[in-house]
Nanobody
Framework: QAQLRESGGGLVQAGGSLRLSCAAS????????MGWFRQASGKEREFVAR????????RYADSVKGRFTISRDNKLNTVYLQMNSLEPEDTAVYYC????????????????WGQGTQVTVSS
């Protein structure tokens, strides 16, 4: 059974950094677009970043551009989100997503989702 499992969340002060990891198993994730979403308390889930199957193409939400970097290691079936210059507004549960369609992934309708990892940024 295909699964995604996030790790690396935690509590950090504003201006600090965290690196999230998403380990994929049970599927051909090396051929899938993968991405990150987040959902703050009381708000809708929003797109953060995505990366193509080969890792050559990335796209970011304007709110994280220049601060977050998405990458992947297909040998390890893992996608990463390096988050720098964190702000209290980045506080949310972060979810990993994967699927064969970049369009559906960015629309939040991806085939596979992780359980999420909490990121809390204190001011």
């Amino acid at each position: 059974q295909a699964q995604l499992r996030e790790s690396g969340g935690g509590l950090v002060q504003a201006g600090g950094s965290l690196r999230l990891s998403c380990a994929a198993s049970g599927g051909t994730f090396s051929s899938y677009t993968m991405g990150w979403f987040r959902q703050a308390s009381g708000k809708e889930r929003e797109f953060v970043a995505r990366i193509s199957a080969g890792g050559g193409v990335t796209r970011y939400a304007d709110s994280v551009k220049g601060r977050f970097t998405i990458s992947r290691d297909n040998k390890l079936n893992t996608v990463y989100l390096q988050m720098n210059s964190l702000e209290p507004e980045d506080t949310a549960v972060y979810y990993c997503a994967a699927g064969p369609s970049t369009y559906y992934l960015e629309q939040g309708r991806s085939q596979y989702w992780g359980q999420g990892t909490q990121v809390t940024v204190s001011s």
